[in-house]
């Protein structure tokens, strides 16, 4: 999508600390860090909400989380710990509208769930 900030970083029209990329997915330091850690990995193809995404056809959930576990050996918290979040629409706490995850960690999380 034209005007979607996360399909800009996607086109390398913003830039991004990139931490793991392959074809499907992108993974990057968030600009606004939560954590020590705090890694978004996205689909390069713009999916709105984690309520967009079709599971039967779809095999995109399963390649975040494969994402999720090569960030946290890049980032040395696969051992020590880390969260993973996804947040959905307004309530949930979703400000950009593509699909991401959050993996957060290199701290002792607190119940930060909101
Ligand atoms: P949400 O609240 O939608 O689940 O999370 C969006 C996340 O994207 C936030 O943690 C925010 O800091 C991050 N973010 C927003 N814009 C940018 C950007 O331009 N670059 C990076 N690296 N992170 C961004
Ligand atoms: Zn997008």
Redesign the pocket.
């Known amino acids: 999508m034209s005007d979607c900030?996360?399909c800009?970083?996607v086109r390398g029209e913003?830039p991004?600390?990139k931490v793991y990329e392959d074809d499907k997915i992108l993974a990057?330091?968030?600009?606004?860090?939560?954590a020590p850690v705090?890694v978004?990995i996205i689909p390069k193809n713009h999916i709105s909400t984690l309520m967009d995404v079709d599971t039967e056809k779809d095999d995109i959930m399963n390649n975040l989380i494969a994402a999720a576990q090569k960030v946290a050996q890049i980032k040395n918290i696969a051992v020590s710990g880390f969260r993973v979040?996804?947040?959905c629409n307004a309530e949930?706490?979703?400000?950009?509208?593509h699909l991401?995850v959050?993996v957060l960690g290199g701290r002792k999380l607190q119940d930060e769930l909101g």
């Open positions: 900030i996360f800009k970083i913003i991004c600390s990057f330091d968030d600009i606004n860090p939560m705090h978004v979040a996804i947040n949930g706490g979703q400000v950009v509208f991401h959050h």
